[in-house]
Every structure is written in C-alpha cells, then in structure tokens.
C-alpha cells in the first residue's frame, strides 16, 4: 500500500478565534467541530463551493408542441 501525504498542519484549540477571545465554554484537548481559525482582521465565515453554470448545448427542442393552427388543422377533419 502506498503511503499519502498530507501537508495539512494539526490544528489546536490555542489557534481557535473563540479560544483567543475567551469566548469558548469547552475544555477540550484538541479542537472542535466549532473551530475557525484566529486571523488579525477577525472572524471570517468558512469557504463555500463556488456555483459554476453550465453553457447551454442546445440551441434549439428537439421537439416542440404543434402551434395552434396547425392543432386546428389537424382536428378540423
């Protein structure tokens, strides 16, 4: 089996924003689902995915209801 490596660093409850501003009420060894790290211009909310639209592939239906005239025509026999 290969071995993975990862260049993630542990995380630790003394990085956490809520640690460093007394505003955590756990006492915890390691960091919590809650964890957001501390940065100098304050709280920042987790990143999201980015919504990427599609290009159109279809320019035209490939089928389409008959118009009104031509469904009177066809029921007019």
């Known amino acids: 089996m290969a071995k993975v490596r990862t260049t993630a660093t542990k995380v630790s409850c003394e990085d956490c924003f809520f640690h460093r501003n007394m505003l955590c009420a756990l006492s915890l060894d ?4 809650t964890f957001r790290p501390d940065h100098p211009e304050g709280l920042r909310p987790p990143r999201q ?3 990427v639209f599609r290009q159109e592939r279809r320019t035209r239906a490939t089928w389409q209801f008959p118009s009104a005239a031509e469904q009177a025509a066809l029921h007019a026999s």
């Open 30 to 33: 390691e960091a919590c689902a």
């Open 49 to 51: 995915m980015r919504f």
